[in-house]
RNA sequence: GGCGCGGUGGCAGAGUGGUUAUGCAGCGGACUGCAACUCCGUGUACGCCGGUUCGAUUCCGACCCGCGCCUCCA
């Protein structure tokens, strides 16, 4: 039994999908007009473990995970370069789809983008319109009407009164209330337009995921998620026109993660502390920081630090030598067992990914001590079952010497690395100590770390 | 001010009403030419104060502190 956390009713309820069997979940995705930071990233890559682990419990998975690729913020930053609004969303969404393959992330099943679906949002707001829900306001842009619906401020547990009193509110005349959001906004002088029966502009960033993630995925599914900062208003926006427009329950369970923080300040853009994905692995290799991310409970809070991913480096670092050298034994040969069961108990509570990984080391092990003591068929079948639960996690899928290896800007190439090693091997059958030391020392000084074995000599990055 | 989350050993980070989290770092030992890797061993941890209980880090209440949302942000 998979027991999720749900914001709606702020517990761990017990997951049935509304299908038994299959799951239908939509993810808030990228606004793109810049590159993915780790923010984005933690939201990638819980949503994509959630997804791994759910086809792993024998879920068929329907994930939808959609783009916004018309906003404010959007041509904004488009005059700024001085290029056609949508030369840069194609940019950012191909850098995004980069980011994310280097972290290892699926791809969702379907990327809806809001500019492919203006008809079903003008639909959507026509229907809210013809319900009394929203209104055509003086200046051309649609509102939709807060107190029009009853349940406003359930998932985010506001009261409107309490919003109201807010001076944070955005008060405009042509609202009828301060806290009504656009559905639609008119077209300024130049600006890309989309004709509407309420005259040329755009949607409002809460109606696009309301008409794609129903589109796709019908009036009720069973997961939507995002990152923490979405679930007010964007979220609670969102449940608003969905129900109102199609008169059912629009989400039974509601997903956050937990927000990245730096100097124990949320990364985020409006702070400008942010760190883009890029850069961090210019630094680190992806794995690394998707080991950092995975290493804790995708709703708590983290903090980035250079310490914190040095030390996911170490620790990962850790599992792969455990598979290093290793054939694991093919998976039809291992049967699912003690292990494959902790894991489990760990995911199936919330997808307590730090519990599973718990697991993990425990497996890295048992691989070294089979080794330790000879037992090569054991070790095999233990490595077969941590690259097996790794994979849940999307780690461990490569091979350890790739990992070890993996190009970072050094100086050296393999080939001088290999050359040294032989080098260092012939001086200490010489037992010509100091010279051999002095090899290893170059090479560390190069950022080469050595490790002998019976086996001979092996190297990996610092 | 309203709503919500959290304070665990040097650090990161799970979890539990009584019994080992796990990792990193440290220390001791084994292995090694010496190291690294690995193995074995090792740590007065649960913000503070009350309460409930045979027993609380774990439940309840108060307090202190930190964070998030309330405006675009993942």
Same mark, same amino acid.
């Given at each position: 039994m998979i027991r999720i956390y749900n914001t709606l009713t702020q517990q761990k309820e017990e997951f049935r999908p509304i299908e038994p069997g299959k799951v239908r979940m939509y993810v808030c995705g990228m606004t793109v007009y810049d590159y993915c930071h780790l923010g984005h990233a933690r939201v990638l890559v819980a949503f994509d473990v959630i997804t791994r682990y759910l086809r792993h419990r024998g879920f068929e998975v329907n994930y939808v995970r959609n783009i916004t690729d018309i906003d404010d913020k959007i041509l904004r930053r488009a005059d700024e370069n001085g290029e056609p609004y949508n030369e840069l969303t194609d940019r950012m969404i191909k850098a995004m789809h980069e980011d994310e393959a280097r972290l290892g992330v699926l791809s969702p099943d379907e990327e809806p983008r809001a500019t492919a679906y203006i008809d079903e949002i003008i639909a959507m707001i026509h229907k809210l319109i013809a319900s009394g829900h929203a209104y055509a306001a003086d200046n051309g842009d649609v509102y939709f !009407?807060?107190?029009?619906? &009853? &349940?406003?401020?359930?998932l985010s547990k506001k009261k409107l009164e309490d919003l109201l009193a807010g001076a944070r509110v955005d008060v405009q005349? !042509?609202?009828?209330?301060?806290a009504d959001f656009a559905l639609w906004k008119a077209a300024k002088a130049g600006e890309v337009s989309w004709p509407s029966p309420w005259g040329d502009g755009r949607p409002g960033w809460h109606i696009e995921c309301s008409a794609m993630s129903t589109c796709c995925l019908g009036d009720t599914f069973d997961i939507h998620g995002g990152g923490p900062d979405l679930l007010f208003p964007h979220h609670e926006n969102e449940i608003a026109q969905s129900e109102c427009a199609t008169g059912h329950t629009f989400v039974n369970t509601w997903m956050h993660a937990g927000a990245i923080r730096v100097n124990k300040e949320k990364m985020s853009k409006s702070l400008g502390n942010f760190f883009t994905i890029r850069e961090i692995m210019e630094k680190y290799p992806a794995e690394v920081v998707r080991y950092f991310l995975v290493s804790s409970h995708y709703r708590s809070q983290v903090d980035y630090s250079e310490e914190n991913l040095a030390e996911a480096g170490r620790t990962l670092t850790r599992l792969y030598h455990a598979l290093r050298g290793i054939v694991p034994a093919k998976a039809a040969d291992v049967p699912e067992a003690e292990h494959d069961e902790r894991f489990a108990e760990a995911m199936d509570d919330d997808f307590n990914t730090a519990g599973a990984i718990a697991v993990l080391h425990a497996v890295a092990n048992e691989i070294n001590q089979h080794r330790r003591d000879g037992r090569e068929e054991d070790a095999k079948h233990s490595a077969a079952i941590l690259v097996r639960l790794g994979g849940v996690l999307g %780690? %461990? =899928? =490569?091979d350890p010497e790739a990992f070890f290896q993996a190009d970072t800007g050094g100086e050296l190439s393999a080939e001088d690395i290999e050359a040294m090693i032989q080098a260092r091997a012939d001086a200490r059958k010489a037992k010509n100590f100091a010279e051999a030391d002095r090899i290893r020392d170059e090479l560390l000084d190069k950022g080469i770390i050595l490790d002998d074995s019976r086996e001979g000599t092996t190297w990996r990055k610092a």
């Open positions: !009407a807060v107190d029009s619906f &009853e &349940e406003y401020g359930k005349e !042509a609202k009828r209330s301060p %780690l %461990l =899928q =490569q």
